[in-house]
């Protein structure tokens, strides 16, 4: 246990200290990790040591995924549900198809083979697209698809890699097996993982502080994943669901400082196992055999991009024939550019059946892959979304005075509030509230011009329709108004909310 205990802590301070480093550099941390990880197998520091899939597959995916989906907003989610499925079920299935043929042509790997290949390499990273959303200004509904699209996407391509490990194990790959388990496995997650969802809110809004709510989400997830697993579904799109509706019930019934420490417990849990993955899936590897692989890792990464380009292309196409519903091109070559691998990819890999034919070289290749996507496509991500047009440069310096009205108006309050208990004299309120003055009218005169006023106007509108929102549901709860009106004017407020969002696609939708 002594050495064990050694052993985690070594490899938790490596990724503490990659990640500092990182941050400092300004280079995306999951991109650092798995540069060092690699470095770690060339130079032998890391032992060479079994892992358990179970222990991938029951602890580390269901926290991973849960993670995701707490952070997102299923609001915007909804209103993009159309691309997001288009990409998430047919898109999925397209792209194991398109990489698996290349893979068998160019890798010479079994069909059976190919087609696992090409499910674990369906699964998409959000870690680096997210980071570089989070450092830029996008169009809401291109990152509510690129976000919904890889957690509904990883429920269905893990799936797909439970039954395509079966068929290579197996030898036999009957089509109508697979799409009764591919039915039961979607149907019967989103019905368990919404259950689980609703009580999980309902549990959470009664847990009396955010010790026992971050205790409950916890037993939430291993609950929700191992009923599911249970009944022989998809225990990732049970939790993905399940982190949805908690999110959205914590963030419309918690106050703030209960949902900030829920959110972050668990970006501290996903960054840990994070770390985890990397590094041990470098415990894993024969660096001789990487390097003697790095053919097949290069056709295999030629492999994935063409089965993303047929699947986000084709199904785009599709999906603007039949019910007119357009994605513009640029996003759509960033989507195709955004085909990350990362974490889950090596969860699953690693989580394969240690006797399962060519175990070995399947972690070769996806970590190969995943070091060469993250290496090649995450550290440029964010210039590709300038060069493509879909982020604006001119936001920096708006952003910024907005930061700085908004902190300065908080401290005038505070200032105010202060006043009035006594604790501060008035000459020391004017003093201070003076100095904040000044910054207000400065920042105020950067905001007051046409391009910030375009800038912000969507934002504004957003924000405050949305509070309008609130105050409805409110009224409805206290018995200020009626039910059916409350419901009638929120779905009026919804209607200007996806015109907002669908405003915000407008310019670039005529350039298709």
């Known amino acids: 246990m002594r050495e064990q205990l050694e052993s985690l802590t070594l490899v ?50 269901p926290l991973l995924v849960f993670e995701g989906a707490l952070f997102a907003d299923a609001d915007s989610l909804r ?30 790997l079994p069909f059976s083979a190919a087609l696992l290949l090409g499910a674990l390499l369906a699964i998409t990273d959000t870690v680096s697209v ?103 579904a998809s225990p990732v799109i049970a939790v993905v669901v399940a982190g949805l509706a908690v999110g959205r019930a914590a963030r419309r019934g918690l106050e703030p400082s209960r949902v900030l420490a829920l959110h972050g417990f668990w970006e501290v849990a996903g960054f840990g196992i994070n770390v985890l993955l990397f590094l041990l899936v470098g415990m894993q590897i024969d660096a001789r055999m990487l390097v003697s692989e790095s053919r097949s890792i290069l056709l295999a990464v030629l492999a994935l991009h063409a089965g993303r380009a ?29 085909n990350i691998k ?85 000459r020391d309120h004017a003093e201070r509230r003076a100095s904040f003055q000044r910054e207000v009218i400065e920042a105020e005169a950067s905001l007051r011009t046409p391009a910030a006023d375009a800038t912000d106007d969507a934002t504004i509108d957003g924000v405050v329709l949305l509070a309008q929102k609130v105050a409805l549901e409110d009224a409805a709860r206290r018995g200020l108004i009626e039910g059916e009106t409350a419901v009638r004017e929120i779905t009026a407020i919804d209607r200007r909310l996806i015109k907002i969002g669908a405003h915000e696609a407008t310019p670039m939708a005529e350039e298709v």
């Not at 490596?14 to 650092?32: E, F, W």
């Not at 009396?208 to 609950?223: C, I, K, W």
């Not at 995943?370 to 047009?389: E, K, N, S």
């Not at 310096?397 to 008035?426: K, M, N």
């Open 310 to 338: 047929i699947a986000v292309y084709g199904c785009f196409a599709l999906l603007r024939f039949i019910r007119r519903d357009v994605v513009p091109l640029r996003w759509q070559h960033a989507m195709v550019f955004g």
């Open 342 to 426: 990362g974490a889950l990819s090596m969860a699953a890999v690693l989580a394969l059946p240690a006797d399962l034919p060519l175990r070995p070289r399947l972690i070769t290749i996806v970590f190969g892959v995943t070091f060469v996507t993250l290496i090649t496509q995450a550290l440029p991500f964010r210039r590709v979304l300038f060069a493509l047009g879909i982020a604006a440069r001119s936001t920096d310096r708006f952003d910024v005075a907005r930061a700085r009205l908004i902190a300065a108006r908080r401290g005038q309050s505070e200032l105010d509030g202060l006043l009035e208990t006594g604790i501060l004299s008035r």
């Open 130 to 232: 997210l980071l570089a959303f989070r450092s830029t200004r996008v169009p809401k509904r291109l990152a509510a698809v690129m976000e919904g699209e890889s957690l509904f996407n990883d429920g269905t391509a893990l799936v797909l890699v439970s039954i395509t490990s079966a068929a290579l194990a197996t030898g036999h790959f009957g089509v109508a097996a697979t799409a009764r388990s591919l039915l039961l496995a979607i149907v019967g997650g989103v019905s368990v993982g919404a259950a689980f969802g609703v009580v999980g809110g309902a549990v959470l809004r009664r847990t009396p502080d955010h010790l026992t709510g971050v205790l409950g989400s916890v037993v939430l997830v291993f609950a929700t994943s191992l009923t599911a697993e249970r009944i022989h």
């Open 79 to 108: 209103e993009a549900s159309r691309p997001i499925l288009a990409l998430a079920l047919p898109g999925v299935a397209i792209s194991l198809v398109a990489t698996a043929t290349v893979a068998t042509f160019v890798l010479g």
């Open 12 to 61: 938790l301070a490596i990724g503490a200290a990659v990640a500092t480093g990182s941050k400092r550099l300004g280079a995306p941390y999951n991109v650092a990790l798995v540069a060092v990880g690699l470095l770690l197998v060339f130079a032998d520091v890391l032992p060479h040591a079994e892992l358990s899939s179970d222990l991938v597959l029951v602890a580390f995916l």
